[in-house]
């Protein structure tokens, strides 16, 4: 299973840009890379997905560079509601049940301040 | 979007005592769902892979005798923690993902279970 490493957490300021990266150096061909957000006391939440390139939704944009051996989570003009633990699964979805897509790491705890 | 449903959202059991969640998919039909369990500050941690008419696929280290989990239809599944003790308190969360080809998963608002 690919390993995923990000930033323990990271602070900023309600209006700004955040980017979150994360590292998964043996991602396999088939491995897709999902973020997911999730608030004290609640399940996750999904927050989007991609396999390679850009993709960006309502949300948020995720950057995937062409040795796929990393990404990074753009979310724009953070508020205070985003405070959340962030996390990046890298796996395939299709195999195994979708197992093998579902090992969270640690995550990144993102407090933004006022 | 697709809603999964947890109950109860908290319950408090005596030690010795089994404890039953059921999980369930709203608004779609899911063959597996997944369960987890996460510790205070912690990560979530699989546990178990729930396949409807099926039996359940347990993680390494899961005692399957301990987490009873059955898959009853395509649209529920329960997680039964027998003699539960107070190392099994705990926040469990479970999630499904539609049988159509979408790639997502979605989880429900998870279960806090304490053991006094």
């Known amino acids: 299973l690919a390993k995923t490493t990000q930033p323990i957490s990271m602070d900023s300021y309600e209006g700004q840009e955040v980017n979150i990266t994360c590292s998964h150096n043996n991602i396999a061909t088939n491995d897709y890379i999902t973020w997911y957000q999730q608030f004290p006391s609640q399940g996750p939440r999904f927050i989007i997905q991609?396999?390679?390139t850009k993709v960006t939704n309502e949300v948020a944009s995720l950057f995937i560079p062409a040795d796929r051996k990393s990404s990074t989570l753009s979310l724009p003009r953070v508020s205070l509601s985003d405070t959340a633990v962030y996390y990046c699964l890298v796996g395939d979805p299709l195999m195994d049940m979708g197992r093998r897509a579902l090992t969270f790491g640690s995550g990144t705890r993102l407090q933004v301040q006022p | 979007g697709a809603v999964v449903s947890q109950h109860p959202s908290w319950v408090i059991c005596k030690s010795g005592t089994s404890v039953k969640i059921e999980c369930r998919s709203l608004d779609f039909q899911a063959t597996t769902m997944f369960w987890y369990r996460q510790f205070p500050k912690q990560s979530l941690m699989l546990m178990a892979t729930?396949?409807?008419?099926?039996?359940?696929?347990?993680e390494q280290g899961v005692e399957k005798d301990k987490f009873l989990i059955n898959h009853a239809s395509l649209t529920l599944s329960t997680l039964t923690v027998t003699s539960a003790h107070p190392e099994d308190s705990s926040f469990y969360i479970c999630?499904?993902?539609?049988?159509?080809?979408?790639?997502?998963?979605?989880f429900g608002p998870g279960t806090r279970l304490t053991v006094t």
């Open positions: 729930s396949n409807e008419g099926s039996k359940a696929t347990y």
């Open positions: 999630s499904a993902r539609p049988d159509s080809l979408s790639y997502e998963q979605y």
């Open positions: 991609g396999y390679k």
